[in-house]
């Protein structure tokens, strides 16, 4: 990972105070608001929790980030081409990518699925469009500013080795570790490898395009056409 392999200088970068900002919501995205929501809307399900976590979530980066996001919409504007084009071969390359993951996974796991995909599938199938509105807009968002923004960004400038290593790595156990942790299974640890490949992308991408709008873009596309397939392959079924 050399920087002069990149296209252009990678200049996207949150204040100090935004990084801040975004890391910080880590942790209330996962534990704080959930709780705080839960106790005071008792007779929400599973599903309202997750839209309203991730619609407060949307709501929080808009506000905090909005000159981060306004500031990095210029290089989309600038060069709409370059941007989609890496968007298209980013994806092209996570449908490969995932061939190989899945099929070693196939040999450690003698059966059963993604727990995050069957979840999702099963909200989508029982809510409709707001758990799709949640996939397709509102978690690319609140995501892209957390683990690549934030985690990606902020390390990048001191260690681009580290950078990559440690947002693939939180951005793929993110989607996993509580199904693990209430199940008391350590294997569905193993579904954390299904997001490796996607997670890189998702850092080269907003390292190429040199916006974080272009891994956002990115993260909606595959959101979209992943729910749109599992929903598709649940109606087979």
């Known amino acids: ?57 949307a709501a929080y980066m808009l506000l905090t980030q909005f000159s981060f996001l306004r500031r990095d919409f210029d290089p989309l504007c600038e060069r709409p081409l370059r941007v989609l084009g890496e968007v298209l071969v980013c994806y092209g390359a996570m449908l490969l990518f995932n061939l190989a993951v899945n099929g070693m996974l196939m040999l450690l796991l003698d059966e059963g699925e993604n727990p995050n995909n069957a979840a999702v599938v099963d909200m989508a199938v029982e809510t409709g469009g707001p758990i799709a509105a949640l996939a397709i807009f509102l978690a690319p968002l609140v995501e892209e500013i957390i683990f690549r923004a934030g985690i990606f960004g902020g390390l990048r400038r001191w260690n681009r080795a580290a950078a990559y290593v ?17 199940s008391r299974d350590p294997l ?44 598709l392959l649940e109606q087979l079924l």
């Not at 050399?2 to 949150?14: A, D, H």
């Not at 975004?22 to 705080?36: G, I, M, Y």
């Not at 440690?166 to 209430?182: E, G």
């Open 1 to 57: 990972m050399r920087e002069r392999k990149l296209p252009q200088p990678f200049t996207s970068r949150q204040s100090g105070p935004q990084l801040l900002l975004a890391l910080l919501w880590l942790p209330v995205h996962l534990s704080l608001l959930p709780r705080l929501l839960w106790h005071f809307f008792p007779q929400w399900d599973e599903s309202a929790l997750n839209v309203a976590v991730y619609a407060v979530g």
């Open 166 to 182: 440690l947002s693939i790595a939180a951005f793929a156990l993110y989607h996993v570790w509580s199904y693990a942790w209430r």
């Open 188 to 231: 569905m640890l193993l579904y954390a490898l299904q997001y490796v490949p996607i997670s890189y992308l998702l850092c080269r991408c907003y390292e190429r395009t040199n916006s974080v709008w272009g891994n956002i873009l990115l993260h909606m596309l595959v959101n979209f056409i992943s729910l749109k397939a599992l929903l």
